[in-house]
């Protein structure tokens, strides 16, 4: 079954989420390219690279008052001439347990096509509130 890329990074996304919120490193691997860059919203540190994200998001789970991130697409822009794509979006974070949202804004992230699936190549993220 071929799916349009838009539903495709969706469901990707959704996968995210899902592993953000379970703590699922081997879960969050697959999903990132392996010089996938992350930009961070408040101090703009950047995290270069699969293993230094899963290092980064293993501190993270182990944290005494873990935030729980979500990512919500608004849009998903597919190029014509290559397999990549634009995901544009809100995210939050919630402290797991409370339900308090410390901190939320924008994000921006791009996508490849490698095979079947679609990694995050690069993501920024701008914080908001």
Do not use: C
């Not at 699969?50 to 789970?61: G, S, T, V």
């Amino acid at each position: 079954m071929i799916t349009s890329p838009d539903l495709a990074i969706r469901m990707r996304r959704a996968d995210f989420n899902r592993a953000l919120a379970e703590a699922d490193l081997n879960a969050i691997g697959p999903l990132l390219a392996p010089q996938a860059v992350l930009v961070t919203g408040s101090d703009s540190a950047v995290i270069s690279g699969r293993k230094a994200q899963l290092q980064a998001w293993k501190r993270e789970f182990a944290a005494a008052r873990r935030t729980v991130y979500t990512r919500t697409p608004e849009n998903i822009v597919a190029s014509s001439v290559e397999p990549i794509a634009m995901e544009h979006g809100r995210w939050q974070g919630v402290t797991a347990g409370s339900g308090h949202p410390p901190a939320s804004g924008s994000y921006s992230a791009k996508w490849r096509q490698v095979g079947a699936d679609w990694v995050i190549e690069a993501e920024i993220y701008l914080t908001l509130a």
